[in-house]
């Protein structure tokens, strides 16, 4: 499977890159950024996955967040994906912004007409892990943790507690925390999932953890409380296990934008390297 | 004159502002950005005035460049206006990205069909900074410093040593230093003084060093290696002086994007810091 370069810029000590490829998995051409630190030849390197929210490309991410600064103080690999498939037309996929292109949601659809394509969790946790990303970046198998914003949040505690083999720390800005219960979440898991809500719950991050008893996780959460969209977010529903914990910082003033989220980047860049330290 | 708030958001330790106002200067709407660190309610702050490049709005440096963090870290006031005017329409405007809309060079047209409204240099050294500005941040008038990328380096860098009373400092990023020689410069002097070639000095940051007597200035000045558009910009124009001295940067690898100046921006503030110290 190829992976074709788009564009390369020197950034703080590392390169931004973007790739294209086509998808085994989407069925269709996928575009995905990826940070690389400076590094031996022979260096393998820890990395983030980072998923971003409702509307976004693989762009807002590496233009808005200021990322690249800690990736390159901390050394690790960063990889940004889009967040749904693009380049196919499935009928009402562009008539809502929370639905359809942009909206992935991060799960494998199985309503029939979104089933092909819309399969952004096994793109994630499959394909984009363990065949694209390592054919361009020196990843740390081993060393690999999962963040990311709003619809992207939901995304990373999903992802990052069904796969705690994979993925060795979580963390989250503004994540959706309960979909099944909020408009965004209910409109999204029906529409690929269907009617039938028990098998809504696979993708619903309180849910999960309600029900996790892998290994130890301490998922960091940052949320401002001039979010205008807390009542579709709700972090008051992820609640502590015995083998997962959540350290839920709520930021004065901070909103939904990626204002918010440059500010508290460096927290969670050090919140992975912690995790890391440990492995 | 109103001043009209378009948006706030929380980032770092203050405020990221975008605010419009009916400008006296350029006849028309102008729209800036203001970020204004957490202070007292009668303490006034050093300020820096970012100039963008071609193409740009008040918004890219917003958005791009992290400077935030700094400006929170430093707690200076940093104003970075728009490129040229906008919402008046004058023949030929939009033709090309490297004139009119977009690229308004800073200069006061004297070109008759541009005169009116194209007159960015006082826009900046007197509108924004006298009379704008001071109604929304507290700036403190004596610790002012500038600085700009590309375009807005040959902005910072001309308006600065034509100012040195109210600039107290000067940086840039990959500035045009020569643009009586090359042809985007060329075209914009041209275009806006007329053919009188005598009259284009006073725009060029080489000619205007070369002659420069003012209080001693150190610019710093990065520049990357693998930058495009380096035959434009041609900062080995910049001569030192017995009144002023360039510490140019060549950064091996970086280009002309919002990468390198994302990279190098922290070096900036610390540039500008330094000089206020002093005063």
């Not at 564009?7 to 690389?36: D, L």
């Not at 199985?110 to 065949?131: C, F, G, P, Q, S």
Request: proline share 5%; hydrophobic share 35%.
């Amino acid at each position: 499977m190829a992976v074709t370069l788009v564009s390369s810029n020197r950034s703080f000590k590392g390169r931004q890159f973007v790739y294209k490829h086509a998808s085994t998995t989407t069925q269709c051409e996928m575009t995905f950024g990826v940070y690389i630190p400076d590094h031996e030849a022979d260096e393998k390197r820890p990395a983030l996955f980072y998923l971003s929210g409702l509307t976004c490309t693989h762009a807002n991410f590496m233009e808005k967040s200021g990322f690249q600064q800690y990736a390159s103080k901390y050394r690790f690999i960063v990889v940004h994906p889009d967040t749904s498939p693009r380049g196919v037309d499935v009928e009402g996929d562009s008539d809502s912004w929370d639905f359809g292109k942009g909206a992935g949601f991060y799960v494998n659809a199985t309503v029939e007409k979104w089933a092909k394509n819309y399969r952004m969790y096994d793109y994630i946790v499959k394909e984009l892990l363990e065949d694209v990303v390592p054919k361009v970046a020196p990843i740390d198998a081993a060393r690999v943790g999962i963040f990311g914003h709003s619809m992207g949040g939901h995304g990373a505690i999903t992802i990052g507690l069904r796969n705690p083999s994979k993925f060795k720390s979580i963390s989250a800005f503004a994540p959706i925390c309960n979909p099944i219960t909020v408009p965004w979440g209910q409109k999204a898991l029906a529409g690929y999932l269907g009617d039938d809500q028990s098998t809504w719950q696979q993708y619903d991050a309180s849910e999960i953890l309600k029900a996790y008893t892998g290994p130890c996780r301490i998922i960091l959460i940052d949320q401002g409380t001039a979010d205008n969209f807390l009542a579709q977010l709700k972090p008051e529903t992820l609640k502590e296990t015995n083998h997962a914990g959540v350290m839920l910082r709520m930021q004065p003033e901070f909103d939904h934008s990626y204002y918010f989220i440059a500010t508290f980047m460096e927290d969670h860049f050090e919140h992975h390297a912690k995790h890391f330290r440990s492995i």
